[in-house]
């Protein structure tokens, strides 16, 4: 890792990562203050006058405790959307920017190798998604202590924020592979975000009903099932495989840029 790449890193990208959670705080403290008996039965009118448009973004299935309400009207749609947006506006800081605009030769001239340059911009925006998720974890937590004292299941929220952050290393992983194969912007961004809201879309259209179920094994938004986890019937090795599936994506964007042709 290039320590000073690293740092300069952070301070770029600390003002839209600031932004977001504020976005996020804002979500999260709405939701959850809407866990209200009375609440909570007009969102089941709600559903029940539009169940195909609640089940698409999967919020079908409010349950009964703290934490299944928020994993089915915050961890379904929104924390996989919201902090998806973050990391392709730091996808484009860290990678897109720098070869589309050819300043990546301002990097690559000094003594530290591609690989090394490549592996620090994505230790810093695999910190910034560890850190984006880590945020979501204590402005939970803390919002559902003070509206809700010891209502909130916190050894199953863990495990449901340990999936969430997953799913979001796999995606950025995603995101960070189009930055290293492509050298121009729309390509790049487009390659990582363009499949991971494909992937969104599929994984909606497979909650609509039966029939489009069978979408749910086109897309690696299913290994993440956030009302299993929080009803304690999540798979372990699906979690694994968003993992391990980030990791490889990281791994090979790093082994494609280190040895692709720059127009520099």
């Known amino acids: 890792m290039v320590k000073t790449l690293f740092v300069r890193n952070l301070k770029t990208i600390y003002k839209p990562w600031i932004i977001f959670?504020?976005?996020?705080?804002?979500?999260?403290?709405?939701?959850?203050?809407?866990?209200?008996?009375?609440?909570?039965?007009?969102?089941?009118?709600?559903?029940?006058?539009?169940?195909?448009?609640f089940s698409a973004f999967g919020m079908n299935a409010p349950g009964s405790t703290l934490l299944d309400f928020m994993a089915n009207y915050l961890y379904g749609f929104l924390l996989i959307c919201l902090p998806l947006i973050l990391e392709l506006i730091a996808?484009?800081?860290?990678?897109?920017?720098?070869?589309?605009?050819?300043?990546?030769?301002?990097?690559?001239?000094?003594?530290?190798?591609?690989?090394?340059?490549?592996?620090?911009?994505?230790?810093?925006l695999v910190v910034?998604?560890?850190?984006?998720?880590?945020?979501?974890?204590?402005?939970?937590?803390?919002?559902?202590?003070?509206?809700?004292?010891?209502k909130l299941d916190g050894g199953k929220f863990l495990i449901l924020n340990l999936g969430l952050l997953g799913m979001h290393l796999f995606l950025s992983g995603l995101c960070f592979l189009g930055s290293c194969f492509f050298s121009e912007a729309r390509y790049a961004l487009g390659f990582g975000g363009g499949l991971s809201i494909l992937f969104i879309l599929i994984q909606m259209l497979s909650q609509v009903g039966e029939d489009m179920e069978f979408l749910k094994y086109l897309t690696p938004i299913t290994l993440f099932d956030p009302k299993a986890i929080a009803a304690g019937n999540g798979e372990l090795w699906m979690t694994a495989v968003l993992y391990l599936g980030g990791i490889l994506l990281y791994g090979l964007g790093i082994t494609i840029f280190s040895k692709k042709d720059l127009s520099l």
């Open 21 to 53: 959670s504020a976005i996020l705080t804002m979500y999260i403290t709405v939701i959850i203050g809407m866990f209200d008996p009375a609440l909570g039965e007009s969102l089941n009118q709600m559903m029940e006058s539009m169940p195909q448009l």
């Open 91 to 124: 996808v484009n800081i860290l990678m897109v920017r720098y070869v589309d605009r050819g300043s990546m030769a301002w990097l690559l001239s000094s003594p530290n190798s591609r690989t090394k340059i490549c592996l620090t911009q994505a230790l810093t």
């Open 128 to 150: 910034s998604v560890v850190l984006q998720m880590g945020y979501v974890v204590a402005i939970s937590m803390l919002y559902a202590q003070i509206q809700f004292p010891d």
